[in-house]
């Protein structure tokens, strides 16, 4: 009996490994985007791009001003599930200090 259940393991182990020589993936990335508007300070989008994307104090100031002299202003490029947290963390910073900050994602 113990030979059947071994040969049964190893039918059912030979099948499980080439399930899993299914090619993978790399994930789909989305660009994070900041939009201009008339009532949030230039200060607080460097704010914004220092605190939740981690730039620089120098990189956060040319993104800003590509957001203020183009409208939009990329300001990085994630997964999915990353960008969709740093774009809530944008907006939930923005609300919080009265800002009606825009901030979406788009597929790269």
């Known amino acids: 009996m113990s030979q059947s259940i071994t040969k049964t ?26 939009h201009n508007d008339d009532y949030t300070t230039m200060e607080f989008v460097v704010e914004i791009l220092v605190e939740i994307f981690n730039k620089s104090v120098e990189n956060a100031m040319n993104i800003m001003l590509n957001v203020h002299h183009q409208g939009i202003g990329v300001c990085g490029v994630y997964a999915f599930e990353i960008a969709e947290t740093k774009m809530e963390a944008v907006h939930k910073l923005a609300r919080q200090n ?4 825009k901030c979406t994602m788009e597929l790269e």
């Open 9 to 34: 393991k190893k039918a059912v182990s030979s099948k499980t490994k080439d399930k899993t020589k299914a090619k993978i993936e790399e994930p789909r990335l989305y660009k994070v985007l900041l």
């Open 98 to 101: 009265n800002h009606p900050l």
